[in-house]
């Protein structure tokens, strides 16, 4: 079955400092990923998404994701965190007609 | 274009109680969702639509229905809440050509009492 582990629950950086937030997945073919961002009390937004091709991946706001299959991993990276990058982000897994959602890590960042 | 909109955004329920919530969508899209969001569990799916008339289950169902009779409604039923239903609740929908991107609404705060 698919499913998907973000393993850091909470995460605290100093802003200007870069930024790794790590997914690891279970699928049995290629599959289709995502990550999304939720700020609070916001629904969620789509940061990028892979489907195919170049495993390094670029989305808005200056992240990008990079595709490792002998790792099935897929981490989110930012060289240089903003203050309003703080929120709540998810990875999820593309199942039919539906995603599986990571359990999320919420990013704090420090002044 | 509103995007996804959902109404209300906080409800309070007493045990017992039932209500619906509302989610609509102005960008023709098939595909359209309910989720829950847990505290430290990510959010589950309730139940999806591939289109008017076209609704199935999701990962966590019981306790609710869904309805489709439009593209641009997507109800979600809560007939006899209880204090499990507590959570925030997500519509999303993605269009047929891109079903694999969600766009989502702003979710409903429940709490039921």
């Known amino acids: 079955a698919q499913s998907v582990t973000q393993p850091d629950i909470h995460i605290t950086v100093s802003e200007g400092a870069s930024l790794e937030l790590r997914c690891n997945y279970s699928?049995?073919?290629?599959?289709?990923l995502f990550w999304y961002v939720q700020s609070p009390g916001q629904g969620l937004q789509l940061l990028l998404k892979?489907?195919?091709?170049?495993?390094l991946v670029q989305g808005i706001k200056g992240f990008e994701a990079e595709f490792k299959r002998s790792q099935s991993s897929f981490n989110l990276r930012k060289p240089s965190v903003h203050w309003s990058d703080a929120a709540e982000y998810f990875c999820?897994?593309?199942?039919?007609?539906?995603?599986?959602f990571g359990t999320g890590t919420r990013l704090k960042v420090l002044a | 274009n509103a995007g996804v909109t959902q109404t209300p955004k906080f409800r309070i329920l007493k045990i017992g109680q039932s209500m619906t919530l509302q989610c609509a969508q102005d960008?023709?899209?098939?595909?359209m969702y309910w989720y829950r969001q847990d505290p430290g569990m990510g959010l589950k799916l309730i139940y999806y639509?591939?289109?008017?008339?076209?609704?199935d289950k999701g990962e966590v169902p019981n306790g609710y229905n869904v309805s489709r009779s439009t593209t641009e409604d997507f109800p979600l039923r809560l007939e006899l809440a209880a204090p499990s239903q507590t959570s925030v609740y997500f519509c999303?929908?993605?269009?047929?050509?891109?079903?694999?991107?969600?766009?989502f609404g702003p979710g409903t705060r429940l709490t039921v009492t």
């Open positions: 999303a929908s993605s269009p047929r050509d891109s079903v694999y991107e969600q766009y």
């Open positions: 699928y049995g073919a290629t599959p289709y």
């Open positions: 892979y489907f195919s091709g170049d495993t």
């Open positions: 999820a897994v593309e199942g039919t007609y539906k995603y599986i």
């Open positions: 960008m023709n899209h098939n595909y």
């Open positions: 639509s591939v289109g008017a008339g076209i609704t």
